[in-house]
């Protein structure tokens, strides 16, 4: 007599092998849309589309930079940035704010399924991320100046940076009340981070990045906020991100280790 248990690993091989397992994988609502993950697939742009189809989705990356962070650990080449230690009002340096801003605002994002990156002042070489948002706040010896601004870079090849910067800009105003100044400053748009083509430390070309300065901190208003309430400034910046972004895409079926 045959032992019934040599069966079982055959029949299990078998109904492998006739497609049992087909529905799980390749169906089409796995299969990340152009509109949720076009930022990040420069690289594979070019491929045959089969191949560039994952088996799961992978997270999509932000990346916020808490402005001045760090800044006396800035390499040669960001010598200038070493020198900047930005504005200051409300008994807080602007770094301390711009991290507390971009940690809240981390946090918002990772919960949505994002892949979240703070960086200080030096970003790491030719970094890659579907969008980066560089957080500072405006400051000016006129303390009755108020309001909110965000720039995209004067190059950039992604042809994305302007609607994330009109996006963010958007939903910051709406989170926050607080008053959109039109003007994008040459030194925004010039920002070194964006500077692909003159710093090695600086966002590779792929990366959608803007710059948003997020109120006055030497005025008494926007330290309402900037100081007062930096959750609402994050919410605002979450917004503006998640909105441009779409879905996390985050894999539901497949368990993954969390970090
Ligand atoms: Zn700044």
Redesign the pocket.
Known sequence: MIKPAIYLPLIVLLLTVAGFNLPARGTPSSVPSAEDGGEGLGISAGRPAILAEPAAPEPLQVALQA??WKASEAPDELSGVRR?G??RGGGKY?WEV?LEIAELAAALLEEGGYQVEVLPATVPQRYKADAFVAI????NNDSSLTGYRVASPRRDVTRKAGELAEVLAEAYGEVTGMRRLPVATRRMRGYYAFRYNRYRHSIHPTTVGVII?TGFLTSPTDQRILVGNPALAAQGIFEGVSRFLGPAELPRLLPEPTP
Do not use: I, M, P, S
Request: proline share 0%; no cysteine; hydrophobic share 10%.
């Open positions: 402005g001045h900047n930005g504005t602007e711009n500072h706040a405006d400051g300065e």
